[in-house]
C-alpha cells in the first residue's frame, strides 16, 4: 500500500486549514486515527458496550473478548512471552509512575542510584527524581555526546554495582536519537540493575521485540501509534510483576476481601484496579491490526526516507539550526530546529496560517533543552501518512515565515 493509499484511510487529513490543504507534522505529540480504530470504537460503544470480567450476559462476554484479545495482540505485537506481562494503563506516563512506585520503593534505598539521560520525557525524570528524595536515593545522568547520541562508554562509566534501575527513552521525542537499547540493558544486568525503556516513541514506528531487547519494563501509549488516547501499556517481566505490589486499590484487581485483610488477582489484573479501558485497548488492539498490515518494517523504512528528505531540504535554509544526529539513518521520522530570530511560538503560528501543523515548546523536556542552550525549539515529526510534498510544504513554509519576519525586523 502505498502512502496515498495510506492517507485516504485517515479522515482527518481530507481537509482544509486556514484556507490550505491540512499538513499534519505532530505525530510525535499524537498520531491521527485511521478509519478502522474509529470504526472499532464505535462497534464496541453501538454493538457491545459493557463491562468485563464480571459479567455472564452476552455483550459482558464480548466486552471480555474484546478486551482481552487486545492484550493478546499486545502481547504478539512487542513480543512478550505471556499476556500475563501485558498491564494496560492510561499511558506510558502512568507505566513508568507504576514502576517507580511499586518497584522503586520496593528496591531502591538510600545510597544506591537511579540512572537515566538528560534527553529524557519528564515523565521519564520526574518519578525518578520523587524515588530519590523519597528514599534517599542518587539520581544520575548519562552525559550526551556533542550530536546528542550515547555513548556506550559513557553508559559504562555511569552505571555502577550501586545501580539499582536504568531509566531510558529508545528514541527521543525531542532529537530523534535511536538509543541502543539492548547495549544499554546488558550493560544495567551486568551491575545488578533493572532496564526500563520508555517506548513511547519507539513502539510506533519500528518492530519492538522485549525479549530481544531483554529490558525488564517497557511502557508506550496507544494514541502515538494511530490508537485512542488514554490508552497505553505496562510490559514488564513476569518474575519482577508477582512480587510487586500494586498500587491502585478496589474494584476488579481484588481476588477476596475481608474486613482486616484483602487479597490480589493472578497477573495482570492485579494492577488494573477499577473498570479497565475497555474502548480503549479494544481500539489498541484495532491500532495494531492497521499497523501490522501496513508492515512496521516499511513503516520505519518510509520514516527513514522523510528523515534523509527533510533534513537534506531544511538543511539549505540560512540560518535554520537543526538539533540532533546527523545521519538520517540515526534518528527516528522527526527534525527538532530553531529558525534564528524567530521564536518557535511565532514561528508554529506562521505555519498553522499556511496549514501546517508542527509542535513549538519545551516539548517536555526541560533538561535538554538547557543542554541545548534554548528555552525551546521547533518540531516536525512524521509518520505513515506523511509525503515528500508535506516536506515541501513546511520548507515554503519556513522561507516565508524568515521573510516575514526579515521585514518586520
Known amino acids: 500500500m502505498n502512502v496515498q493509499e495510506i492517507r485516504k484511510l485517515f479522515p482527518i487529513l481530507d481537509q482544509e486549514v486556514n484556507g490550505h490543504p491540512l499538513v499534519y507534522l505532530d505525530s510525535a505529540a499524537t498520531s491521527q486515527k485511521p478509519l478502522s480504530v474509529i470504526q472499532a470504537l464505535g462497534d464496541y460503544y453501538n454493538g457491545y458496550n459493557s463491562n468485563v470480567h464480571r459479567g455472564v450476559h452476552t455483550l459482558g462476554t464480548r466486552a471480555t473478548d474484546g478486551y482481552e484479545g487486545a ?54 525524570i520526574i518519578p525518578w527524581q520523587q524515588l530519590a528524595k523519597e528514599t534517599g536515593a542518587t539520581l544520575k545522568y548519562v552525559p550526551l555526546q556533542e550530536d546528542g547520541t550515547l555513548s556506550l562508554e559513557d553508559v559504562r562509566s555511569t552505571v555502577t554495582p550501586q545501580t539499582k534501575i ?92 475481608g474486613l482486616q485483610e484483602s487479597t490480589w488477582k493472578e497477573l495482570p489484573w492485579k494492577f488494573e484496579g477499577g473498570t479497565p ?17 501496513i508492515g512496521l518494517d516499511e513503516i520505519e523504512k518510509h520514516e527513514h526516507h522523510l528523515a534523509a528528505y ?33 521564536h518557535p511560538h511565532d514561528l508554529a503560528t506562521v505555519l498553522d496560517a499556511e496549514g501546517i501543523a508542527i509542535r513549538a515548546g519545551h516539548h517536555c523536556a526541560q533538561p535538554l533543552m538547557k ?3 534554548v528555552s525551546s525549539t521547533a518540531r516536525a515529526s512524521f509518520y505513515l501518512y506523511n509525503t515528500e510534498e508535506d516536506i515541501d510544504r513546511l520548507v515554503a513554509g519556513l522561507v516565508k515565515t524568515k521573510e516575514y519576519f526579515s521585514d518586520v525586523f
Not at 102 to 116: K, L, M, P, Q, T
Open 277 to 293: 479501558i475497555i474502548a480503549g485497548a479494544i481500539g489498541l488492539g484495532a491500532a495494531i491490526d492497521f499497523l501490522e498490515d
Open 71 to 124: 492484550r493478546e495482540k499486545v502481547r504478539k505485537f512487542i513480543n512478550a512471552s505471556s499476556t500475563q506481562e501485558v498491564i494496560f494503563t492510561r499511558g506510558t506516563t502512568t507505566s513508568i509512575n507504576t514502576v517507580a512506585a511499586s518497584y522503586g520503593r520496593a528496591n531502591v534505598g538510600e545510597g544506591d542510584e537511579i540512572v537515566i539521560t538528560h534527553m529524557e520525557h519528564h515523565s521519564n
Open 371 to 373: 543542554w541545548l542552550n
Open 166 to 257: 536504568v531509566s531510558i527513552m529508545m528514541v527521543s521525542n525531542v532529537l530523534g536519537t535511536m538509543n541502543p537499547i539492548k547495549e544499554i540493558t546488558r550493560i544495567a544486568h551486568e551491575n545488578g540493575a533493572v532496564m526500563v525503556v520508555d517506548g513511547a516513541q519507539a513502539a510506533p514506528h519500528m518492530k519492538v521485540d522485549v525479549q530481544s531487547l531483554d529490558c525488564d519494563f517497557f511502557a508506550f501509549s496507544g494514541h502515538k501509534m494511530a490508537g485512542p488516547t488514554g490508552i497505553g501499556v505496562l510490559f514488564g517481566k513476569k518474575n519482577l510483576l508477582e512480587k510487586m505490589e500494586p498500587i491502585e486499590f478496589g474494584g476488579e484487581m481484588i481476588d477476596f476481601v
Open 310 to 342: 527533510a533534513l537534506d531540504r531544511m538543511s539549505s535554509i540560512n540560518g535554520l539550526t537543526i538539533y540532533g544526529p546527523e545521519d538520517p539513518q540515526q534518528r527516528a521520522g522527526l527534525v527538532t530546529f530553531n529558525l534564528d530570530d524567530v
